[in-house]
């Protein structure tokens, strides 16, 4: 499963990167658009939150991946109370919800362009 | 383009939307399922998780990205516009949605049966031909997504 969680923390890392670089590229390059145009801004702001939220999110879900792996290199390969604590919290689900809910507020911002 | 996207009416966002939140779902499903069906090596929890990626979120969103595509397909006229002078950005994206639906179904029915095989206790050879059938729409996608977006001509 590690190795499917870097393939997706690599997928996102490109994707966020690659949106705010290319992003305010294209608003600088392409003409009829300004960065200071409240969508833009709004998208921005929008990016950060995603990003912070994002970044929690994967903090979440490795809690209890980092501790089973601890459990295995310890030789504990019975259950534990802990990890099955951790493995049932509803935080990372939450995190990732919001997560998607800002992700989706961007998209909707950039094809209907409020107030261009 | 751009004075092209600045002047775009109000009516054709919404269809917009969908094919773009459906080209998302698609490509997210697709490489969520293929990593899962390439790290596996014989797992059978990541086999299944990679398959049911690839059945309830890449073939959900294809319809979408679909849907969303012939609406605003519609809505452009694109329909009134004769083949020679449509541009190339256009056919490619079709091209490469409607043959990656047909290979998406290939991958499924061909995954489906192995996951099936799976739970009999024989191989999981089946699900390796939908791993490289995702590898490929997941490429394809990707010129997709590049010509839709950039416009090459």
New interface residues.
């Given amino acids: 499963m590690a190795s499917v969680v870097k393939v997706g923390n690599a997928a996102v890392g490109i994707g966020a990167g690659g949106t705010i670089v290319l992003g305010i590229w294209l608003a600088f390059s392409v003409g009829g658009y300004d960065i200071w145009d409240g969508w833009i801004v709004a998208a921005i702001v929008l990016w950060v939150i995603s990003a912070a939220i994002g970044r929690r999110t994967g903090a979440a879900y490795m809690q209890g991946m980092s501790k089973a792996q601890e459990l295995q290199t310890a030789g504990q390969t019975g259950s534990s109370a802990e990890l099955l604590a951790l493995n049932q919290t509803s935080r990372g689900v939450l995190l990732h919800f919001l997560t998607s809910v800002a992700v989706l507020l961007i998209l909707i911002d950039m094809i209907w362009k409020p107030g261009a | 383009m751009?004075?092209l996207?600045?002047v775009r009416p109000?009516s054709w966002?919404f269809p917009?939307?969908l094919h773009?939140?459906g080209a998302?779902i698609l490509v997210g499903g697709l490489?969520?399922g293929a990593?899962?069906l390439a790290?596996a090596r014989g797992e059978a929890r990541?086999l299944r998780l990679g398959y049911w990626s690839l059945l309830a979120v890449s073939l959900p969103g294809w319809v979408l990205m679909r849907i969303g595509a012939q609406w605003i397909y519609t809505k452009e006229h694109w329909d009134d516009v004769p083949d020679k002078v449509r541009p190339g950005w256009l056919d490619i994206g079709a091209l490469i949605a409607d043959a990656g639906g047909l290979i998406l179904l290939v991958s499924l029915i061909a995954g489906g049966v192995g996951v099936y095989r799976l739970r009999e206790g024989k191989g999981s050879g089946l699900l390796k031909v939908t791993l490289v059938l995702s590898l490929v729409l997941l490429a394809a996608y990707l010129v997709a997504a590049w010509a839709m977006a950039g416009k090459p001509d």
């Fill in positions: 751009s004075v996207a600045v109000d966002n917009l939307f773009v939140l998302m490489a969520t990593s899962a790290y990541l």
